[in-house]
Antibody
């Protein structure tokens, strides 16, 4: 059974840094591109970032470019999202997802809540 | 960026009725690279349809997708109690940059 489990969400101050993790099981992580998607009541679902199976290719939404870094450790079956210079508008539930050819998300984690507030 | 507009915002129906949800794109979606997801309160989205009309594994056949270009439809032929939820469309024609629609809530009338 494919499972994705996010962790690391917490309350952070504006300008702070945070690292989210997504541990996967039930499949070989390196065989799939992975993505982070966030959700807020106001902005709905928003694609944040994606990374190739090998980790050599990454992509970011304009809203997080230069502040967030996606990475993966295939030996640990874990995907990461390092978030820096956090802003209030980064407040959201962050989901990791297994993509098919960078496209649709065939599996999702349960989400982790990041709240940015002073 | 391709903007997806879903309508209606809320659909009030009774169990057993047919639900028709619309997703309109601001420009043509390449190769019908459109997916539909179902989300229930407190849960992550779940993939229902990909490629505009292909059902994901274990999705009941009462769910069907259709459309191409800029107009797509998700149909639930006969609503079951567990189908009342929020539904989102998502395009991946511009992958890896993905965009999602604002969602349609299907509620019990």
């Amino acid at each position: 059974e494919v499972q994705l489990l996010e962790s690391g969400g917490t309350l952070a101050q504006p300008g702070a840094s945070l690292r989210l993790s997504c541990e996967v099981s039930g499949y070989t992580l390196r065989d799939y591109a992975m993505a982070w998607v966030r959700q807020t009541p106001g902005r709905g679902l928003e694609w944040v970032s994606a990374i190739s199976g090998s980790g050599g290719t990454t992509h970011y939404a304009d809203s997080v470019q230069g502040r967030f870094t996606i990475s993966r450790d295939n030996s640990k079956n874990t995907l990461y999202l390092h978030m820096s210079s956090l802003r209030v508008e980064d407040t959201a539930i962050y989901y990791c997802g297994k993509t098919i050819n960078w496209g649709y998300l065939v599996s999702w984690g349960q989400g982790t809540l990041v709240t940015v507030s002073s | 960026e391709i903007v997806l507009t879903q309508s209606p915002g809320t659909l009030s129906l009774s169990p057993g009725e047919r639900a028709t949800l619309s997703c309109r794109a601001s420009q043509s979606v390449a190769s019908s690279f459109l997916a539909w997801y179902q989300q229930k309160p407190g849960q992550a989205p779940r993939l229902l349809i990909y490629g505009a009309s292909s059902r994901a594994p274990d999705i009941p056949d009462r769910f069907s997708g259709s459309g191409s270009g800029t107009d797509f439809t998700l149909t639930i032929s006969r609503l079951e109690p567990e189908d009342f939820a929020v539904y989102y469309c998502q395009q991946y024609g511009t992958s890896p940059r993905l965009t999602f629609g604002g969602g349609t809530k299907v509620e019990i009338k």
